[in-house]
């Protein structure tokens, strides 16, 4: 069977945790080398990964490139404005021509729909990069940066505030399969999905709402927000207008468990949803969980090629 990993889910938690030990095995072990100097068991050697991106990306385009580098393989980076994909030819036959050529396939794309048809078509893995409704690989990152600071995933309490976008989709998601809670702050109207919430409940996490952002942070470990409008999404002054409250400040980790973290995807939009004191002050672990792409993005590598 090939593995897809479209959402968490379809690695599951056994898998999810197996990522993260491996991941910080792995990372240790090169600690001062260049940064494409290949592992010295180099496990994706001669493999190929196909990415495909509809939307921007500086982190997702840069790690996955640097992951298969340092798994001893190597990547080819496709705008799809540039391939055939942008002038008509159907996601079916682009997957069916990438999976003779190449071992794996990467997409960032808009509709999640277009993540599902190519993984229907491909006989090789696929990968999400980012859709409309999810952002996994970011949330093996995430749990990373939690993990190597000493939180362990089970019971912890996260406290959202924001948008309730794919990354917060993704991040309910682990809290269902790794057993932990988030309190999600939000402006009515901004919700996440209530298929992810049903189904992280389901599982065994604890997902709140509220639209007080103070009640969302208290007593939380750490603290997670995102952009307040997604790429591809309008840019609504009456939704900038309801965020305001959402605000990542000071005062807000101050609301939080003492020594909480500050996480952040990342591209910051800098006095709007996030402070400048506290995206570059002692909570944040921005660069971190930044860099934690690479060493993440190679286990769900590993994971996907049935190494993990
Ligand atoms: N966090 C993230 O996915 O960043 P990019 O959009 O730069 O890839
Ligand atoms: N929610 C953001 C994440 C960017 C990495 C977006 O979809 O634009």
Not at 6 to 16: E, H, R, V, Y
């Amino acid at each position: 069977m090939t593995r897809h990993f479209l959402d968490l889910s379809d690695a599951g938690g056994p898998a999810l945790a197996a990522m993260i030990d491996d991941a910080l095995r792995r990372k240790p072990a090169r600690a001062g080398w260049a940064k494409g100097r290949p592992d010295a068991d180099a496990p994706l050697a001669g493999r190929v990964l196909a990415m495909i991106f509809e939307k921007n990306s500086t982190r997702t385009r840069v790690s996955f490139d640097m992951a298969m580098r340092q798994l001893g393989g190597s990547a080819i980076v496709m705008e799809a404005g540039a391939m055939q994909l942008g002038r008509g030819e159907s996601i079916a036959d682009t997957a069916r021509v990438l999976s003779r050529m190449v071992d794996a396939i990467m997409i960032r794309t808009d509709d999640h729909a277009k993540i599902e048809a190519l993984a229907t078509h491909a006989s090789v893995p696929v990968i999400n990069g980012l859709t409309d409704r999810s952002h996994p690989c970011q949330i093996v990152a995430d749990l990373l940066t939690l993990v190597e600071r000493g939180l362990p995933l089970p019971g912890l309490k996260l406290g959202w505030l924001g948008d309730g976008n794919n990354v917060l989709h993704s991040l309910i998601e682990a809290a269902g399969l790794m057993r932990f809670s988030i309190t999600v702050g939000s402006p009515a109207g901004f919700a996440p999905d209530d298929g992810y919430v049903e189904r992280a409940r389901q599982a065994g996490g604890t997902i709140r709402f509220t639209a007080d952002p103070r009640d969302a942070v208290k007593d939380a470990q750490a603290v997670v927000t995102d952009c307040w409008v997604s790429m591809g999404q309008p840019d609504s002054a009456a939704k900038l207008a309801a965020m305001q409250p959402y605000r990542v400040d000071e005062a807000m980790m101050a609301a939080a468990a003492p020594g909480a973290l500050f996480l952040h995807c990342l591209p910051a939009h800098r006095g709007e949803e996030v402070t400048d004191a506290v995206i570059d002050g002692a909570h944040s672990v921005v660069w971190d969980e930044a860099e934690n792409r690479i060493h993440a993005q190679k286990s769900i590598l590993r994971w996907v090629f049935g190494q993990l």
